[in-house]
């Protein structure tokens, strides 16, 4: 019998699941899918937002600018990269003018701080590869960067290592109410938990409706990203947004926290909540706005594409409510949820304090994790006495971002545990460069193969069917 | 201080290493990042390697040994498993490996030979889904080679680049159903020795003009939507044909991988995407040499050869401070001719120009221009992108030339 179950391994579940890791609790986190970060954690802008977006008064509003404020402690407590890069929303005439206005006006009343409206040359002078035809912009230098999975992974970790346990390929299907709590059920397995929390994303509403709450729903929201190599990474410093409009909030073009230029996302409501399929259509609508923001962006250098489902829930906020005393929702936690999700996992912890659940601290909690970074940010002395010590840290694995076999083995060995290639990736970045691991693929399926004991074609993608190689040669054989 | 250090021990390396052996140097070091000497030859276990060198054909890894051979009989050092970080354009080195851990070396000249690496699915922006099942055609190639297992079973090949079409060929003698291989370009980007021995043999259609324009599958590949494209390389609309398979692998150009260059401070080709180089493979930092596909792309391993020497006995002339007469003649091309290597030329002897066309041209005749006069003139029944030329200008050719300009004539 656990004290709290997390039903979902994403930033809001990993970010509660941490949260709660400070109390003497025994906490499962349950995924349906073979890694933690899966659903729209894994696609989406990247962007702690300062918070001048949400409407006044709602919970996305309230939760965005309290988030954003303790991303960076979080962070830096996570060993996780953040870096406060501001944000521009650039306008390109009058009518974008006033709105940029009325976001000024929202943001203040939001509490965002140091909000400022720019005329056309201030935003040039900040951001000189804008479009010339940008003539104003709203600044929020509170505005920054993070990688989403890179804190959920550690975020789950640090949970882990502070005691709470993860089950991966546990797809929750059924749910009965018992005496003493609640147990989830997925095949053949039953788990037990006095509480439950529903952060299980797009199927938030499906996991409610197993306690008969038919109260909201949420539907994917498409959103398609291109990512550029890391060699136009310094095209733009700020997060650029464009101004929002009744066709939405457009194509960013942003540097990512590892030094790539980031670009999109579209936004296209969809009903299959499995469809992360991306477009030509959409391929093109991002070019065609990303040009329209900054100049100069070389699309030729394009080294992947992906596809996120934002989870968009009927209300409009932020659903996070308790159904019934033990059951607490976290629901619809679309933009800005990344950037809410540390304030997300105090708000929820004190609602299950409210709801009686003793929350005794736990005398032996860490909040700190070992960076995954920390052998390629060490000093040269640092690395070599490091290799000495672990001759795996002087083997480069991954040529195009420099990763060695000992942080491939670090991944594979720290919770939580990479098990298949996107696993490794998502955690060191191998294969995450130009040849996207053309070169260092075929190893990286050894160290899995020989860490996890198990047979080489036995070696994913991400789990389930999505087998790296499905047989042996003739001489194999 | 160490008189040469070679980056990358495949082909051009070893190569650039023995010709600068038999030039006198004795100083020499070999960097290479994988556990092995020979590069990419290792996993090219078909033959046709050394047909025009050596007058047999050889696989990749006899190939390869042949130099590995000389490397060892001449006690050339080298290290294996080590990654060369970074190159300063005072030519300070420094690369890691687990024995030594971060080291630097100060050479008097270095030779650039990374090799060059496949265009990866990302550049090519196929909508659709992203399951297991995409393979560059090499790294197909290392788990069939390499590793003894079949990344798939029915397969279908985007791009006819040769590593494709020896694939089509390996994945069909595994059992593997090759469905298609379709090229986007009216031509194939191939050797016409591979179509026929790769494709016609096997009965595997070649489908120009087509493209991959969807991926289908959630976990592993399902299939892919492939359609028609028009002049302008658009998929034509109703042409779309959906093909299952489980596997799609890519071969879609190769890209020299010159990260190193750019942290010399290399001048780079915007065409070649390799080093401006002159005559004897110099680049723009004196005592920096490139060579083999990191300078370009490369259809046969014998001109890898051929080049690497050029380099490695240049390389040895320039730490013997041999440098002669310096003078500055650039090449330039109409765009139809894409690329020369050399780019320009600093001494006047004698030297072969290699060039690539843009498309395919049926006969031509290729002129060497000194203004308006013509220098050197021949004729070419057809010339085709995937096919290198050469032309060889004699030292007396280039007497009080001040620039050259490549051109093609279709007759």
Same mark, same amino acid.
Not at chain 1, 49 to 63: I, R, T
Not at chain 1, 276 to 302: L, Q
């Given at each position: 019998?656990?004290?709290?179950?997390?039903?979902?391994?994403?930033?809001?579940?990993?970010?509660?699941?941490?949260?709660?890791?400070?109390?003497?609790?025994?906490?499962?986190?349950?995924?349906?899918?073979?890694?933690?970060?899966?659903? @729209?954690?894994?696609?989406?802008?990247?962007? $702690?937002?300062?918070?001048?977006? #949400? =409407? %006044?008064?709602?919970? +996305? @509003?309230?939760?965005?600018?309290?988030?954003? $404020?303790?991303?960076?402690?979080? #962070? =830096? %407590?996570?060993?996780? +990269?953040?870096?406060?890069n501001g944000s521009l929303v650039i306008g390109f005439d009058d009518a974008d003018r006033q709105t940029l206005a009325e976001l000024y006006t929202r943001g203040k009343s939001n509490g965002v701080k140091d909000l400022q409206l720019l005329g056309a040359e201030e935003v040039h002078k900040l951001e000189p590869a804008l479009s010339s035809k940008v003539v104003c912009a709203l600044y929020a230098p509170t505005g920054a960067i993070i990688c989403p999975y890179e804190l959920t992974v550690a975020a789950i970790g640090n949970a882990m290592d502070n005691g709470a346990e993860l089950k991966c390929d546990f797809e929750v299907t059924d749910i009965q109410k018992t005496d003493e709590g609640y147990q989830l059920v997925s095949g053949k397995e039953t788990v037990s938990a006095r509480y439950v929390i529903n952060c299980a994303g797009l199927y938030t509403d499906r996991i409610a409706s197993m306690i008969g709450d038919d109260s909201f729903s949420v539907h994917p929201r498409r959103g398609e990203y291109l990512l550029m190599d890391r060699e136009c990474g310094t095209l733009v410093s700020h997060t650029v947004f464009r101004t929002p409009s009744k066709m939405g909030k457009g194509i960013l073009v942003s540097p990512t926290v590892d030094g790539n230029l980031l670009l999109g996302p579209t936004s296209v409501d969809m009903e299959d909540k499995e469809d992360?399929?991306?477009?030509?259509?959409?391929?093109?609508?991002?070019?065609?706005?990303?040009?329209?923001?900054?100049?100069?962006?070389?699309?030729?250098?394009?080294?992947?594409s992906f596809c996120g489902l934002r989870a968009v829930g009927s209300t409009g906020d932020f659903i996070i409510t308790a159904p019934e005393t033990g059951f607490i929702h976290v629901a619809g936690i679309e933009s800005p949820g990344l950037s809410a999700s540390p304030a997300i996992s105090e708000y929820v912890a004190d609602m299950l304090k409210e709801q009686g659940l003793s929350l005794k601290e736990n005398p032996d909690y860490n909040p700190n994790r070992k960076s995954a970074y920390a052998f390629r940010e060490a000093s040269l002395e640092e690395k070599n006495r490091m290799i000495k010590e672990n001759p795996a840290y002087g083997r480069v694995v991954c040529r195009c971002e420099t990763v060695t076999e000992g942080e491939i083995l670090d991944a594979i060995r720290t919770n939580p545990k990479a098990k298949d290639l996107d696993g490794v990736k998502r955690r060191t970045r191998a294969q995450m460069g130009r040849c996207q691991g053309g070169f260092c693929g075929p190893y990286i399926t050894e160290l899995l193969a020989k860490e996890m004991g198990i047979p080489y074609e036995g070696v994913t993608k991400f789990g389930g069917e999505s087998m790296i190689n499905v047989g042996v040669t003739k001489e194999g054989k | 201080m160490t008189d040469l250090v070679i980056i990358g021990g495949g082909p051009a390396g070893m190569s650039a290493a023995v010709a600068a052996y038999e030039a006198g140097i004795r100083d020499i070091l070999i960097l290479e990042r994988d556990s092995a000497l020979g590069g990419i030859l290792q996993q090219c276990i078909h033959n046709g390697f050394g047909l025009h060198r050596f007058g047999e054909e050889l696989t990749g890894p006899e190939y390869a040994w042949k130099y590995e051979k000389k490397v060892r009989e001449l006690e050339i050092p080298f290290k294996l498993d080590t990654?060369?970080?970074?190159?300063?354009?005072?030519?300070?080195?420094?690369?890691?490996?687990?024995?030594?851990?971060?080291?630097?070396?100060?050479?008097?000249?270095?030779?650039?030979?990374?090799?060059?690496?496949?265009?990866?699915?990302?550049?090519?922006?196929?909508?659709?889904?992203?399951?297991?099942?995409i393979y560059s055609a090499g790294t197909a190639q290392k788990y069939v080679n390499m590793k003894g297992y079949m990344p798939g079973k029915n397969v279908v090949i985007l791009g006819s680049g040769d590593i494709g079409l020896i694939m089509a060929r390996r994945m069909t003698l595994e059992g593997a159903k090759v469905h298609a291989v379709c090229e986007l370009m009216p031509y194939s980007g191939g050797l016409a020795r591979n179509i026929e021995q790769c494709l016609n043999d096997f009965d595997i259609p070649l489908k120009l003009s087509h493209t991959v324009v969807k991926i289908h599958g959630k976990e592993r590949v399902s299939g892919v939507t492939i359609a028609q494209v028009d002049a302008g390389r658009k998929p034509i609309a109703g042409t779309e044909e959906f093909i299952p398979c489980d596997t799609l692998l890519l071969s879609v150009g190769l890209i020299p991988e010159n990260e190193l260059s750019k942290s010399a401070e290399v001048e780079l080709s915007p065409i070649t995407s390799g080093a401006v180089v002159d005559q004897d493979r110099q680049t723009s930092v004196p005592g920096i040499f490139a060579c083999g596909n990191v300078l370009h792309v490369h259809d046969l391993v014998d001109f890898v050869s051929q080049e690497a020497e050029i380099a490695g006995a240049s390389a040895a002339a320039y730490i013997r401070g041999e440098q002669g007469e310096a003078v500055s003649i650039p090449l330039e091309t109409d765009g139809i001719i894409r690329y020369t290597v050399p780019q320009i030329l600093t001494a006047k002897k004698d030297v072969t120009v290699y060039f690539r066309v843009a498309d395919v041209y049926k006969n031509v005749k290729i002129k060497v221009l000194d203004g308006g006069r013509e220098v050197l003139t021949k004729k070419r029944q057809k010339v085709a992108p995937g096919e290198m030329e050469s032309i060889t200008l004699k030292q007396e050719q280039l007497e009080g030339v001040k620039r050259l300009r490549l051109e093609l004539e279709v007759l």
């Open positions: 019998m656990y004290d709290v179950a997390i039903i979902g391994a994403g930033v809001v579940g990993g970010m509660i699941a941490r949260k709660l890791s400070a109390y003497q609790l025994k906490i499962c986190i349950l995924e349906k899918e073979h890694d933690v970060a899966m659903g @729209a954690t894994k696609a989406n802008s990247a962007i $702690v937002h300062a918070g001048f977006d #949400a =409407k %006044e008064g709602s919970l +996305k @509003a309230k939760l965005n600018v309290q988030g954003s $404020v303790m991303m960076e402690q979080v #962070a =830096k %407590e996570l060993g996780v +990269k953040y870096k406060n992360k399929e991306t477009t030509a259509e959409g391929f093109a609508h991002i070019i065609r706005e990303a040009n329209e923001n900054v100049d100069g962006i070389p699309m030729g250098k394009t080294i992947t | 990654m060369v970080l970074d190159i300063t354009p005072d030519k300070v080195i420094t690369a890691t490996n687990s024995e030594d851990g971060i080291f630097q070396i100060q050479a008097k000249a270095i030779i650039l030979a990374m090799g060059c690496r496949e265009r990866a699915k990302g550049a090519l922006n196929i909508a659709g889904s992203r399951p297991a099942g």
